[in-house]
């Protein structure tokens, strides 16, 4: 199992370029989340799909739209970028709400904005 | 809201010595606990995990974690560390039966450092 997968690992992008992150698990889970990550921040949400066919925002989810393309897929998209957008982007999965849930994160995408 | 406060932006200790990361969160209501490592240019690791029963929780590589409700507190220890275990400790909560549909809350994260 690869777990959960992301492309691209890097990317360079001038303010105004739109781009879509891609994210992918093989653990069959019904759950899957967008998050940033920046220094002395934590992670903060961005979005998250609860299950297949939903998504809802979270903490921090203006600038981006995001797309549940199936039960595996969920992508992140920036449609103007921004550099304030400059950041490590990390998808994550779990099997879904409840009491045990456990979310697993992918290796992440490092954007830079100019 | 739901807040997660790690007390300690960046602890640097020698090989051996033991160690404890702060984590307290806000919330009354029953509470899901985690911590997640992430070492140098790698993706976040689940450590541990707390959901129920026994407060103490030993997690992977020597860590454990004890959940003391009453003080709304999470803390990680080792009692020796390597330094291999240099890396940033990231503490999160969710509430499953909270108003947040079970999301997780990040604590700004701990960098700890060993020195060889």
């Known amino acids: 199992n690869a777990g959960v997968t992301q492309t691209p690992k890097f990317q360079v992008l001038k303010t105004g370029q739109s781009m879509t992150l891609q994210c992918a698990q093989d653990m069959n889970h019904n759950s899957m989340y967008w998050y940033r990550q920046d220094p002395g921040m934590g992670l903060r949400l961005i979005y998250y799909?609860?299950?297949?066919?939903?998504?809802d925002k979270g903490e921090v989810p203006n600038g981006y739209n995001v797309s549940r393309l199936n039960k595996r897929e969920f992508s992140l998209r920036l449609e103007s970028a921004a550099p304030s957008q400059t950041s490590v982007y990390f998808c994550?999965?779990?099997?879904?709400?409840?009491?045990?849930?456990?979310?697993?994160f992918g290796p992440g995408t490092r954007l830079t904005v100019l | 809201a739901q807040s997660v406060s790690q007390h300690n932006h960046h602890v640097i200790l020698s090989e051996a010595a033991s160690l404890e990361l702060g984590c307290n969160y806000s919330?009354?209501?029953?509470?899901?606990l985690f911590w997640y490592v992430q070492y140098p240019g790698q993706h976040l690791q689940l450590l541990l995990k707390?959901?129920?029963?026994?407060?103490l929780v030993k997690g992977i590589k020597g860590f454990e974690a004890e959940f003391i409700k009453s003080k709304f507190s999470f803390n990680l220890r080792k009692p020796s560390v390597q330094w291999s275990d240099t890396a940033e400790y990231f503490c999160?909560?969710?509430?499953?039966?909270?108003?947040?549909?079970?999301?997780?809350?990040f604590g700004k994260g701990t960098k700890l450092s060993v020195k060889p």
């Open positions: 999160a909560v969710n509430a499953p039966y909270g108003g947040s549909q079970g999301n997780l809350i």
């Open positions: 919330y009354g209501g029953t509470v899901n």
């Open positions: 799909s609860a299950s297949e066919g939903t998504t």
């Open positions: 994550a999965s779990s099997e879904g709400p409840g009491q045990l849930d456990t979310q697993y």
């Open positions: 707390y959901f129920s029963g026994d407060p």
